[in-house]
């Protein structure tokens, strides 16, 4: 028996039908190879507190469900993504963990939001900058904003203050064209998206594989998507990185690939291609 646990709304802001889709369709591919599947969200796993399947593939972002799913794995579960990889996935984590693995991502810095950051803003020669919701995942879209000065970023910086939010990721603007991948490392996939939405020619989309494979690495997290920026130098620069995406361009055939790598999983065979 497999468990197949939905994302809880609050953490698909604007996605949540397209998120439950990759999850219902990776359930389907499960079934049709003739595996049980029951499909929770995470509301019911943190109600329960535990679950009797020790084969698990989630869309989870909870602490509480995070928790729960760490607990399970300690216990020698199968769970895709593992929690540890989740967790890594926060802003916080990403900028930290890809600049000093020396991954190309946009200049950064990690503030407390109640502190004044303009200084180290100016020091650090920012001022068109994104400013992201880092001490936990998005649930608005406020958790994103871009501005244009480092008052401007004050100024946001002390909103989320108000709204409870402890910690912010304030990086560069890199203007350029986007570059959408998503990968699962265990099955060997990956897809890469064009300016234009369709298939990147093959020279940029291997050198986008290249580096977004070598961030899945470093954030330790199997089942993958994110937003890439070419630059006018045709440098690339991983500008956003999550755990577990809706895939929705290529829904279908990731749904596959992610019902491959659990399957793969079951057997104990977890390298990434």
């Known amino acids: 028996m497999i468990a197949a646990i939905l994302r809880a709304p609050v953490y698909s802001p604007n996605h949540i039908g397209i998120d439950a889709d990759i999850l219902n369709l990776t359930a389907e591919q499960l079934r049709r190879r003739g ?31 995070l928790e729960i799913l760490a607990e399970k794995e300690a216990r020698g579960a199968t769970v895709v993504n593992s929690a540890a990889s989740v967790e890594n996935c926060l802003r916080e984590r990403v900028a930290r963990i890809l600049l000093g693995s020396g991954i190309a991502f946009p200049d950064s810095l ?28 998005p649930r608005h879209r406020e958790d994103i904003t871009f501005v244009r000065t480092p008052a401007q970023a004050q100024q946001i910086v002390q909103e989320y203050f108000l709204r409870g939010i402890k910690r912010a990721v304030i990086s560069r603007h890199m203007p350029g064209r986007l ?92 390298g990434r291609s």
Request: proline share 3%; aromatic share 6%.
């Open 179 to 270: 570059i959408q991948f998503y990968g699962v490392g265990s099955a060997g996939y990956y897809s890469c998206l064009g300016p234009d939405g369709h298939r990147a020619p093959s020279e940029l989309a291997e050198r986008m594989r290249s580096l977004a494979v070598r961030a899945a690495e470093a954030l330790e997290t199997d089942i993958y998507g994110g937003q890439a920026i070419l630059g006018a130098d045709e440098r690339l620069t991983i500008v956003d990185f999550n755990d577990f995406p809706s895939f929705a361009p290529v829904v279908k055939e990731a749904s596959r690939a992610i019902a491959r790598a659990l399957l793969s999983a079951m057997k104990g065979d977890r």
């Open 35 to 65: 595996h049980r599947v029951r499909i929770l969200s995470e509301e019911d796993l943190i109600g329960a507190g535990d679950i009797e399947e020790e084969t698990v593939v989630h869309m989870c972002r909870h602490q509480r469900s």
């Open 110 to 137: 990690v503030v407390q939001t109640d502190t004044v950051v303009t200084a180290d803003m100016e020091a650090a020669g920012l001022s068109e900058v994104w400013i992201k919701r880092g001490d936990t995942f």
